[in-house]
């Protein structure tokens, strides 16, 4: 297959040409840019030296439509004015921006303060979530791939949403980030003096990511599930940890809870859950494409903690993407997405 990567300069866009250099499925991966036209891409990333001496294209959408995936790794906003131009044609297209995530115009308007991509748009792409629509994903041309913190707050409820355990409104998620979440561009927020031995929390009842988790917790429970979603940032380049807290609808036993994710999950290659009484950590799936998951039942208070860690750049965007991108050509999940995690 040949491919292209739009935002290959950023963060989410060099994690997609590291796997796709090593996807034994791609012939060729084309590298583009809005504002680096005929840049050598070891500019951007002297670590690549002597592996690559591919240059960085300006946006060509003739060329593009013709390729067999095109990859949005875009900040939002951008990729609802790419996607019509792109298709039609020969590509599909998965977008790791969040401008596709959200079936309704008015909530991304309320929530990303932009205007929202065309609703025909919206109701061709396809939920990437892909443990969980993997069929959809199958015949999809248009993947509107997760963000980092849905995916690993949605992993961590889908057995026990779907299986009606917990009362979907009394869900609470306590989520931390690393700071490559933030993308390269620099900021106050990413200034090393201003993170480095400090915690903050940012974006309280604010974030753009809530929206997303209820509109598909929304679809599992049958009913609203709104929820309360917390993000902090951590001093640490990747990794997400989500801690969650729900109610229970019956007593439950750990064992029994932890059950029911190993059948949910059995077929699941990147999906770990932990033996009980352990507990996962953000270093333990560090550049890799594994979600692992840890859970217990607290018979004192009815109450349900799960916690899920992702690296955000990996699960979290580029490897899940790629993921999909095997699903929709019929290859073997796993494709090219074989790491082990990098430790310590």
Known sequence: MEVGIVGSTGYGGVELNRILSNHPGIEKCILY???LDGDDYTEQYPHLIDLTNESVRSIQFDEMKQLDVVFLAVPAGISKNLTPKLLGGKAKIIDL???LRL????EYEQWYKAEAADVSILGEAVY???ECNREAIKGADLIANPGCFPTATLLALAPVMQGHLIRPGSVIVDAKTGLSGAGRKPSLSSHYSETQENLRIYKVHEHQHTPEIEQQLNCW???PAPITFTTHLIPMTRGIMTTIYADLLEERTTEEIHEEYLRYYHESPFVRLRPIGQYPSTKEVW???????GMKVDQRTGKLTIVSVIDNLMKGAAGQAVQNMNIMFGLEETTGLQYYPIYP
């Not at 079936?103 to 008015?106: F, T």
């Not at 550049?287 to 998951?293: E, H, L, P, V």
Request: aromatic share 4%.
């Open 97 to 99: 921006s969040g401008d």
């Open 128 to 130: 990437g979530l892909t």
């Open 221 to 223: 429970a049958h009913e």
């Open 103 to 106: 079936q309704g115009p008015e």
């Open 287 to 293: 550049g890799s494409n594994f979600c692992d998951i």
């Open 33 to 35: 840019s809005s504002s």
